[in-house]
């Protein structure tokens, strides 16, 4: 479990040092409760793939988030609201500016356990 606050890309090159990942070493799976939904859309052909702005109460960090083949889990969130998720950590580059990006791998409206 890990709160939105100690997520940064000097983490994520840590945990890269625990690679190659693979069968009988798995990229881990971090689990962050109650973080607030700020923009919700559906992306990719067909709308297949979901992509969030996510964000905490407690901090004005926020982080984009991609869950490939969850588009259709949109109809159930809502901006504003907040949800439990679990996400492995990657990150987007572009144009020589790196960010960090959580790939979603399932999320539950909050009160329910990711």
């Keep these: 479990e890990l709160d939105l606050n100690d997520l940064s890309l000097a983490f994520y090159k840590n945990l890269t040092k625990l690679e190659p990942f693979g069968e009988g070493n798995p990229q881990p799976i ?39 083949g969850l588009g259709d889990l949109s109809k159930k969130i809502s901006v504003g609201q907040k949800i439990d998720i679990a996400y492995q950590l990657s990150v987007d580059s572009w144009n020589g500016y790196e960010k960090l990006q959580l790939k979603l791998k399932d999320f539950k409206e909050d009160g329910e356990r990711v």
């Design 30 to 68: 971090f689990a962050t409760f109650r973080v607030k939904i700020i923009e919700c859309k559906n992306v990719g052909k067909d709308n297949k793939h979901l992509k969030l702005r996510l964000g905490s109460d407690d901090s004005r960090l926020t982080f984009e988030a991609i869950g490939f």
